[in-house]
């Protein structure tokens, strides 16, 4: 799509993204749903590609992902052998609706920064307890947690300028068992429902990530894998609305969120250690 109200093309300050923000301005990384559709409310494009930040920063606090790092170079991490969740990495990568021509050029920053109901990199970062890195527009910092960034249906908590950094997931979330499930109504389909569950192998802290089927993310917490019964009646009790488009009415969208949770309530308790 040619941005034909476009003017210009602005670089921020290398040693600290600062830019003169104005009416008009937006973002450009990735640029895969920017250049998707006409934007004529924009005039300026400001270009972070140069900012030349370190895709991905692997220590024993964990992970670091860039907001410009590409979904390609995310899938394709080699993870420390004790990262036992690092499978889940690849199944949300893969619940894209996109090819490898996306995979090499859209961004995760961008993917949460969109903050769509079924925005996979969403379902990923919330699942493995990410926190964003927020650089204010006042030159300030804040850090919020993935699950609070996304408060609905395209929307996040950034204001008029501000700048998503990075997201760190702690080295403890990927150390946890995990297990997936999603369902599209088209093979490779956008997400209809997609479900993540994180157990602690110590302690034994059960967290359940509802995501694609509502408008934005939810993560239930519980201090032990509940019963069937006590599983469901937190999720009547914590979702009590399901999201409605063209890839599914909120009735299906809770049929199959609830037969998720418990599939994969029943599958991490396989794996729990006697």
């Given at each position: 799509m040619d941005l034909n109200t476009i003017g210009e093309i602005a670089r921020p300050n290398p040693v600290d993204a600062t830019i003169d923000w104005r009416e008009g301005d937006a973002w450009l990384a990735g640029g895969t749903w920017l250049f998707s559709e006409p934007q004529p409310h924009l005039r300026r494009l400001i270009d972070l590609q140069g900012l030349g930040w370190q895709p991905l920063t692997v220590s024993e606090q964990g992970l670091e992902i860039a907001a410009t790092c590409q979904i390609a170079k995310l899938v394709a991490l080699t993870a420390p052998a004790d990262w036992t969740a690092a499978p889940l990495i690849g199944e949300c990568c893969r619940a894209f609706l996109s090819s490898f021509k996306i995979w090499n050029t859209a961004t995760v920053g961008g993917n949460v920064c969109m903050s769509l109901p079924a925005?996979?990199?969403?379902?990923?970062?919330?699942?493995?307890?990410?926190?964003?890195?927020?650089?204010?527009?006042?030159?300030?910092?804040?850090?919020?947690?993935?699950?609070?960034?996304?408060?609905?249906?395209?929307?996040?908590?950034?204001?008029?300028?501000?700048?998503?950094?990075?997201?760190?997931?702690?080295?403890?979330?990927?150390?946890?068992?995990?297990?997936?499930?999603?369902?599209?109504?088209?093979?490779?389909?956008?997400?209809?429902?997609?479900?993540?569950?994180?157990?602690?192998?110590?302690?034994?802290?059960?967290?359940?990530?509802?995501?694609?089927?509502?408008?934005?993310?939810?993560?239930?917490?519980?201090?032990?894998?509940?019963?069937?019964?006590?599983?469901?009646?937190?999720?009547?009790?914590?979702?009590?609305?399901?999201?409605?488009?063209?890839?599914?009415?909120?009735?299906?969208?809770?049929?199959?969120?609830f037969y998720f949770a418990e599939e994969i309530r029943r599958e991490l308790s396989n794996k729990v250690q006697p």
């Open positions: 925005g996979p990199m969403i379902s990923l970062t919330v699942a493995l307890e990410g926190i964003c890195r927020i650089l204010n527009r006042d030159g300030g910092e804040r850090r919020v947690a993935v699950e609070d960034f996304v408060t609905g249906n395209h929307k996040n908590v950034l204001q008029p300028g501000d700048l998503l950094r990075s997201i760190d997931l702690p080295a403890s979330a990927l150390r946890k068992r995990t297990c997936f499930r999603r369902v599209s109504l088209t093979h490779l389909g956008r997400s209809t429902a997609l479900l993540a569950g994180t157990l602690e192998p110590q302690d034994g802290v059960f967290m359940l990530t509802v995501s694609a089927s509502t408008e934005r993310p939810h993560r239930l917490k519980f201090p032990k894998l509940p019963d069937a019964d006590g599983l469901r009646a937190r999720l009547e009790r914590e979702i009590p609305k399901f999201f409605d488009d063209v890839h599914g009415t909120p009735e299906y969208r809770k049929h199959m969120t």
